[in-house]
């Protein structure tokens, strides 16, 4: 647990050892010492740096922890709030370098491996587009696995005309049902699915492409291509399933 709140939380050696020494219920800055090992002249130091990450709270000479879900929340939340904020930053450094390049191009054929790079990627494409075809095959069996690292980009969808496909028969999960209603997404039924794709404007497409040498890494190859687009919408048309507005 020390390497967790040191790995994750990012604490050091004497804050993660006096956290824990509190959350297990010590309740003196020299019981506190005793059970973590933090030097007594180190204490109230370390503690008050728990305290302003939130992590405890002072109580008359001695803290108390915060709720450890609480306070967890919390600071993922600001996490969140800070990735967004690097991120809105980024793409707009990104849009003023390409006024100094008008002439650069995008990358016709591109493989992505990694979920975090291939979502990142998608997310990007999407950032730009007005229209997105989400095609779900393996992608609607691990939505536990991406919905936490989709949350943070539901408001990039907002605005956009997002269609989700899904597979003939698949039944959706309340939280799955949740995820679409905030994504403002259209859902349609397929059959036949055999792959999990993005198409965005008709010109970019995302293929998730099973990877040979891991089982479980994703992988994906962007394609930046009108013509491709356009053939596989045509197809997705062929096999929808029931009557709903066509991607």
């Given at each position: 647990?020390?390497?967790?709140?040191?790995?994750?939380?990012?604490?050091?050696k004497?804050?993660?050892?006096?956290?824990?020494?509190?959350?297990?219920?010590?309740?003196t800055p020299?019981?506190?010492?005793?059970?973590?090992?933090?030097?007594?002249?180190?204490v109230?130091?370390?503690?008050?740096?728990?305290?302003?990450?939130?992590?405890?709270?002072?109580?008359?000479?001695?803290?108390d922890?915060?709720?450890?879900?609480e306070a967890a929340s919390?600071?993922?939340?600001l996490?969140?709030?800070?990735?967004a904020?690097?991120a809105k930053?980024?793409?707009?450094?990104?849009?003023?370098?390409?006024?100094?390049?008008?002439?650069?191009?995008?990358v016709?054929v591109?493989?992505v491996?990694?979920l975090?790079?291939?979502?990142?990627?998608?997310l990007?494409i999407?950032?730009?587009?007005?229209e997105v075809?989400f095609?779900?095959?393996k992608?609607?069996?691990?939505?536990?696995?991406v919905?936490?690292?989709?949350e943070?980009?539901?408001?990039?969808?907002?605005?956009?005309?997002?269609?989700?496909?899904?597979p003939?028969?698949?039944r959706?999960?309340?939280?799955?049902?949740?995820?679409l209603?905030r994504?403002?997404?259209?859902t349609?039924?397929?059959?036949g699915?055999a792959?999990?794709?993005?198409?965005?404007?008709?010109?970019?497409?995302?293929l998730?492409?099973?990877?040979?040498?891991?089982?479980d890494e994703?992988?994906a190859i962007?394609v930046?291509?009108?013509e491709?687009?356009?053939?596989?919408?045509?197809?997705?048309?062929?096999?929808?399933?029931?009557?709903?507005?066509?991607?």
């Amino acid at each position: 647990m020390e390497e967790k709140l040191r790995t994750v939380l990012g604490l050091n050696k004497y804050e993660a050892r006096l956290y824990l020494a509190v959350l297990r219920g010590a309740n003196t800055p020299q019981e506190a010492a005793a059970t973590s090992g933090v030097p007594l002249p180190r204490v109230y130091d370390v503690a008050r740096r728990l305290e302003h990450r939130g992590l405890l709270r002072r109580r008359g000479k001695w803290y108390d922890p915060v709720d450890p879900e609480e306070a967890a929340s919390r600071i993922a939340s600001l996490k969140l709030v800070e990735a967004a904020v690097a991120a809105k930053n980024i793409a707009e450094l990104g849009r003023r370098l390409k006024e100094l390049a008008p002439r650069a191009k995008g990358v016709g054929v591109e493989l992505v491996r990694g979920l975090e790079e291939v979502l990142a990627t998608s997310l990007a494409i999407v950032a730009g587009a007005r229209e997105v075809v989400f095609v779900a095959w393996k992608a609607a069996e691990r939505l536990d696995l991406v919905r936490p690292i989709i949350e943070p980009y539901i408001d990039i969808l907002r605005g956009k005309k997002v269609t989700v496909i899904l597979p003939e028969g698949y039944r959706l999960t309340p939280e799955a049902e949740e995820l679409l209603r905030r994504m403002e997404a259209e859902t349609l039924r397929m059959k036949g699915l055999a792959m999990d794709m993005m198409i965005a404007d008709s010109t970019h497409i995302v293929l998730g492409v099973p990877d040979p040498e891991a089982k479980d890494e994703a992988v994906a190859i962007v394609v930046r291509s009108p013509e491709f687009a356009s053939a596989l919408l045509a197809n997705i048309r062929k096999n929808l399933v029931g009557a709903g507005r066509r991607p």
